[in-house]
């Protein structure tokens, strides 16, 4: 596992982002506890993003000085990956909107993370640096990211739709997400979801594109392709402007789903929701 440590100081002048490799909840305050011993002296606001037994052993061995840092638990937050730079932005903006010195600690991968959860993690990895670093060569971190999905099963409900599908597509959602055991509520978010995604592509897609539902053991998931290319590192990440063209469906998505994964190719897009049922 891996700790990413975030220090934005001199005056947001310098953005350093950097990982520690530990074996062990030993190994693991031995290399936390003096980083934010070092921002306690120096009276930096500072925020801890781990999963709850490490958030809770790092409060036992700051003792007195736990209530001067904000503790979050990464389980909760970070449980949809999309939702952890949000979490950051926020603390930056609450606390001097980056003319302070701040630092903090998050771990988004743990034990029982699916495969799909720790792809987009690692992606987290790279698009902190975007959101945060004020320089250096961010071209190919910012590039659209274009790694393989596993291909949909052959089982997989499809539809092409365009203009006309609309209410096809969100019925096709909701009876293999109700037949798959998510609750109403949860089912409804899924379909809302499925619903901004067929849109995006109707308007900014092509015209048209195809939809897939599937159950994959654990979560049901629903892909939607189109023509359109998606061409902004943070799109889901970032809430839109009020004066923004676009980027909202994504972000909607992001606050709905467990999971959201975008792909953009040279010949088009590939947005995945994931809802879990397990």
């Known amino acids: 596992m891996t700790v990413t440590a975030t220090n934005h100081d001199r005056w947001a002048e310098a953005f350093q982002h950097e990982a520690l490799f530990y074996a062990g909840l030993d190994d ?77 600690i998050g771990e988004p991968i743990w034990a029982g993370r699916t495969d799909d959860e720790l792809v987009e993690c690692q992606r987290h990895e790279t698009l902190l640096n975007v959101a945060f670093a004020t320089s250096g060569d961010l071209a190919v971190m910012a590039d659209p990211f274009d790694a393989p999905l596993p291909p949909a099963p052959l089982g997989a409900e499809m539809l092409p739709f ?21 609750s ?56 839109p402007s009020d004066d923004s063209l676009g980027g909202r469906g994504l972000w909607m998505a992001n606050q709905l789903c467990d999971l959201v994964q975008i792909r953009t190719f040279a010949e088009g897009s590939v947005v995945r929701l994931h809802m879990r049922t397990t």
């Open 184 to 239: 109403d509520a949860r089912s409804n978010d899924l379909v809302l979801a499925a619903h901004e995604l067929v849109s995006n592509s109707i308007r900014h897609g092509g015209g048209a594109g195809t939809i897939r539902v599937w159950h994959d053991g654990h979560s049901v998931v629903c892909e939607v392709t189109d023509n359109g290319r998606i061409g902004l590192p943070l799109a889901g990440r970032q809430l």
């Open 162 to 182: 365009g203009l006309a599908d609309i209410a096809a597509a969100r019925n096709l959602v909701s009876l293999l997400a109700r037949a798959s055991g998510l």
């Open 28 to 104: 693991f305050l031995s290399g936390t506890v003096p980083f934010l011993r070092e921002g306690l002296d120096g009276d930096e606001p500072m925020l801890v993003a781990v999963p709850e037994l490490r958030l809770r052993a790092l409060q036992g061995e700051l003792a007195g000085d736990a209530d001067r840092i904000s503790f979050v638990d990464m389980g909760q937050i970070g449980r949809n990956p999309a939702h952890i730079i949000p979490a950051w932005s926020d603390f930056l903006r609450n606390n001097g909107g980056g003319r302070v010195p701040v630092r903090g």
